[in-house]
């Protein structure tokens, strides 16, 4: 019993310090920075919760469930099916509710506010199941569409409002790069920590730290929110909405080259594990410094990029990025030793800042044609129906690892592996990132924001 109290009693200490230093962060850059910027900063914070709560659900979900609650696997397979398809919904259907959304705060900033600490508090309850076994299932189920709702409550709400606040060119790419750095931060803090935290102070600990640190990330961000008055609200129903986003001529070849782009942001992390056991032959722990290698290295050069977009314009620059990503990823075909492949990781990490936080500027213009076009803001109903169209990314994730793996004879936990399987992994860490940054790059071709300029 006071092994425990001094266990919960230590976690809550490490939890008050971390929220006491983030707190002390942002009252030291308000003495140090001019209010613009601080704003912008705040605002870009959002993305920092983001991370931690989407990379510790995806890595370590699962596992809790099925191996240490030991829910059927195939409960679990299916709520995420369920789970999916209304993921899909939500986000149209919240982004054009918040379009036509009238009042005297916004019509964004109350989405936020109301659902901050729900959302905290549900993510905390997904550690924290206070059901029977025979109820775990359904449990499960509920708690993670309360989680997605919540979440594209507030982070699509959050997004929409990026094209309104930062109109120029300039200030989006610096703000995109604010937003993607704490994105990453919050990511590496999201698959580290929860092994840390749970081993030693159990998961509901870590379900209250990581609650915690959510609750606080998106109030910073919520004080940097502003909205303009004076807005057009949309008056048209919602599946004409829906139509209206793909007669815009700039969306489609966005959006089937943001697919492909973030397919490869998924799939490659996906590959990596395979690749490193099978392939090279490295400990576990040398797998973490390749990945974290990636993220570490797109920090910094997300400032680069975002220098490159002010002089270039986003389509320049989103050329350049996946083009020289192209040349680099066959190197992974070819290497042979963890120095090898870190050298080449390092370099891919530098390079897909680009593509990352040129997503979120070349979504903006895309907005501000509509804006043109129709007279109307409709932030929400754009940034909904591109996360819709991702969201199949982490389907054509699996389908195209699993079909790769299984037609090239790989057999699994078994270190010998056929030489056409460790030809298939080598294929899936270079060449189907090829394929996928080719469409891309052809997509991105037929882009029409900026191509006067670039011509």
């Given at each position: ?20 230093l983030m707190l002390f962060s942002v009252r030291f850059l308000r003495k140090e920075i001019n209010m613009t910027t601080l704003k912008k900063v705040a605002y870009s914070f959002g993305n920092f919760p983001i991370g931690i709560m989407l990379e510790a659900f995806g890595t370590y979900v699962m596992f809790f469930y099925i191996d240490v609650l030991k829910v059927d696997p195939s409960f679990i397979s299916l709520a995420f099916v369920i789970h999916g398809i209304i993921f899909a919904i939500f986000n149209p259907l919240i982004g054009y509710v918040s379009d036509k959304t009238e009042t005297r705060w916004g019509r964004r900033r109350p989405y936020i506010a109301f659902g901050i600490v729900p959302l905290a508090l549900v993510f905390y309850v997904i550690w924290s199941p206070f059901v029977s076994k025979e109820f775990l299932p359904a449990y499960f189920l509920t708690v993670i569409i309360l989680f997605d709702f919540l979440y594209v ?303």
């Amino acid at each position: 019993m006071k092994r425990d109290l001094r266990k919960h009693s230590k976690s809550y200490l490490y939890g008050n310090c971390i929220c006491f230093l983030m707190l002390f962060s942002v009252r030291f850059l308000r003495k140090e920075i001019n209010m613009t910027t601080l704003k912008k900063v705040a605002y870009s914070f959002g993305n920092f919760p983001i991370g931690i709560m989407l990379e510790a659900f995806g890595t370590y979900v699962m596992f809790f469930y099925i191996d240490v609650l030991k829910v059927d696997p195939s409960f679990i397979s299916l709520a995420f099916v369920i789970h999916g398809i209304i993921f899909a919904i939500f986000n149209p259907l919240i982004g054009y509710v918040s379009d036509k959304t009238e009042t005297r705060w916004g019509r964004r900033r109350p989405y936020i506010a109301f659902g901050i600490v729900p959302l905290a508090l549900v993510f905390y309850v997904i550690w924290s199941p206070f059901v029977s076994k025979e109820f775990l299932p359904a449990y499960f189920l509920t708690v993670i569409i309360l989680f997605d709702f919540l979440y594209v409550l507030v982070g699509l709400n959050l997004a929409a409002l990026f094209p309104e606040m930062f109109p120029s060119l300039e200030e989006r790419a610096q703000v995109s790069a604010y937003r993607q750095m704490f994105g990453i931060l919050g990511s590496i803090i999201g698959v580290v920590l929860p092994p840390i935290i749970y081993s030693r102070y159990g998961w509901n600990v870590l379900g209250i730290i990581f609650g915690t640190l959510i609750a606080i990330g998106f109030f910073i961000a919520f004080y940097g929110c502003e909205e303009k008055k004076n807005i057009k609200i949309p008056s048209i129903p919602v599946l004409t909405a829906f139509k209206y986003v793909f007669l815009n001529k700039a969306f489609l070849p966005f959006v089937v080259g943001g697919f492909f782009a973030k397919f490869l942001l998924t799939s490659v992390p996906a590959a990596i594990p395979f690749f490193t056991k099978y392939v090279l032959r490295i400990p576990e722990k040398e797998v973490s410094l390749l990945l974290g290698s990636i993220f570490v290295t797109a920090i910094p050069m997300m400032l680069v990029w975002s220098k490159i977009t002010k002089k270039f314009g986003s389509r320049k620059a989103m050329f350049l990025s996946i083009g020289f990503l192209i040349l680099v990823f066959p190197a992974y075909f070819f290497v042979n030793t963890f120095v090898e492949t870190l050298i080449v990781s390092v370099i891919f990490g530098a390079l897909l800042a680009g593509v990352v936080m040129l997503l979120d500027v070349m979504l903006a213009e895309v907005i501000d044609e509509d804006t043109k076009n129709t007279g109307m803001k409709r932030e929400g109903m754009y940034t909904g129906v591109f996360g819709f169209i991702i969201r199949f990314g982490y389907s054509l994730q699996g389908i195209v690892i699993g079909g790769i793996l299984k037609l090239s004879g790989y057999i699994p936990n078994v270190l010998e592996q056929p030489s056409s399987a460790i030809l298939g992994i080598r294929f899936l860490i270079s060449g189907v990132p090829v394929i996928a940054l080719l469409i891309a790059f052809i997509s991105f071709w037929f882009y029409p924001i900026g191509r006067k300029e670039n011509a």
